[in-house]
Structures are given as structure tokens and as C-alpha cells.
């Protein structure tokens, strides 16, 4: 199965869901995180894997160590340890604005932790571990986790073959769009709506002392007809 993002080629905006001003915005964005790095010779620009985790939970308030870090390989197509500018634009591309299509490739990308294409009894017992809060009174939490799993599969495993395929979460999340992050947050949590431009960049850089971002020069880019509070948030 092909990867959920689109390719990390050229930053055309005519082949993704952005427009010329947004990735020129975006691009602004980028540079500002990644700071003085940009201007030292020799050294690969981009964001390193805790630079990129911050971001995730900073301004799209996900908090799970292992989907951060499968989030991270997402967008780090060519698996150097950092995410150019072009794996940048064209993974938010797909984060915030891609099609049901393109997100559940890409969510199912994320829950396949070993990627052998197939999402097993195990990864789904480690990853709703990690996002079920503990209750005190319980005695043996994992059961309760294993009975989670056997659930999960009852609803999803279309096959009956105790794992889940593309194809049978494909088919499940189609007839109930909530499956789609069944196994933990993947994509940006719909309550971090804010309602300008400003204010989404002061929220999209805090927790970066030192960032420096020119909200007005980055909203004045924004002269198209897409707001870039449409364009972190939709």
C-alpha cells in the first residue's frame, strides 16, 4: 500500500490541497522554527524529531509518545532524521486539508507500528495502553485493554483473520467515520479552532522561545482568498 502523504518532490501548489500563498506562508513558518540552523553551512535544514514533537503537541495538543514519533516518520519520507521544507508543506497538506482517502492511508500508516501492512492484536493492545487513562480501582488494567481489542476487532476485522488490513479498516471507517482514529490522535484535535490568522500563528509558535515569527509580514503572504486559520484547522 502506498503511502498515505503525497509525493516530497516539488512544492507545486497546483498538486496539493494549498494554494501559492499558503505555501509561502508555510514556508515562512518553516524557517522561523527551524532559526539560526538555516544559516550554518554544512548542516541539514529541517526540524529534528523533538523540534517536530513539540509542534505536535504545542499546537495540535496530542500527547502520545509513540503516535508523535510514527507522526514524525510520516512526514520524514526520506527517513534522514528531519523534515525538509518540502516534507513539511506537503505532509500539513495532507494533515489538515487531505481527503478521507488520503487520511485513512495515512492514519493506517501510523497504527501499523512495524510496517508489515497489517495492523496486529499487539500494536492495538500498545497503542490504546498508551491512550486509555488508568482508573485506580482496576485490579489488572490490561485486561481491560485486551477486551478493548477483542471489541475493536469484533467491529473492524472484516476477514476474521485476527488482524486488521487496509481493507478492513478502509471498509470500517467508511461506515463510521470515528473509526478513523480508533487507535489513538493522529490528525489535529477540531477543538484547537482559533479565529485569525493571528491568533493561530501566536498559538502555532508558542513553547518556541526565540522563533521571532513576523505575524503581520507572514498574514500579509496570505493575500488569496483562504484565510490561514482556514488552512491549519479545516
Not at 498515505?4 to 509561502?24: H, I, M, Q, R
Request: aromatic letters at 8%; proline letters at 5%; hydrophobic letters at 40%.
Amino acid at each position: 500500500m502506498g503511502s498515505g502523504f503525497p509525493p516530497t518532490g516539488a512544492t507545486d501548489s497546483c498538486e496539493l490541497p494549498v494554494n501559492k500563498y499558503e505555501v509561502n506562508c508555510l514556508i515562512t513558518l518553516f524557517y522561523n522554527l527551524v532559526g539560526e540552523v538555516a544559516e550554518r553551512p554544512g548542516v541539514v535544514i529541517g526540524l529534528d524529531r523533538n523540534a517536530f514533537r513539540n509542534i505536535l503537541h504545542v499546537t495540535f495538543g496530542m500527547t502520545d509518545d509513540m503516535i508523535m514519533d510514527r507522526v514524525f516518520r510520516g512526514f520524514d519520507r526520506d527517513n534522514d532524521g528531519c523534515v525538509s521544507v518540502s516534507e513539511w508543506i506537503h505532509g500539513l497538506s495532507l494533515f489538515l486539508r487531505g481527503t478521507l482517502e488520503e487520511k485513512m492511508k495515512y492514519c493506517f500508516e501510523v497504527f501499523d507500528l512495524n510496517g508489515d501492512g497489517f495492523i496486529s492484536k499487539e500494536e492495538m493492545f500498545h497503542m490504546l495502553k498508551n491512550s486509555l487513562l488508568k482508573q485506580p480501582s482496576e485490579e489488572d488494567p490490561d485486561e481491560g485493554i485486551k477486551d478493548l481489542v477483542e471489541i475493536t476487532l469484533k467491529k473492524m476485522d472484516q476477514d476474521h483473520d485476527g488482524k486488521l488490513s487496509f481493507t478492513d479498516y478502509e471498509k470500517a471507517v467508511r461506515e463510521e467515520t470515528l473509526l478513523l482514529e480508533a487507535f489513538g490522535p493522529c490528525l489535529p484535535d477540531p477543538k484547537l479552532t482559533v479565529n485569525t490568522p493571528q491568533a493561530h500563528l501566536t498559538c502555532f509558535t508558542a513553547g518556541f522561545p526565540g522563533v521571532g515569527l513576523e505575524v503581520n509580514r507572514c498574514t500579509e503572504i496570505m493575500c488569496g482568498p483562504v484565510a490561514l486559520t482556514e488552512l491549519l484547522l479545516l
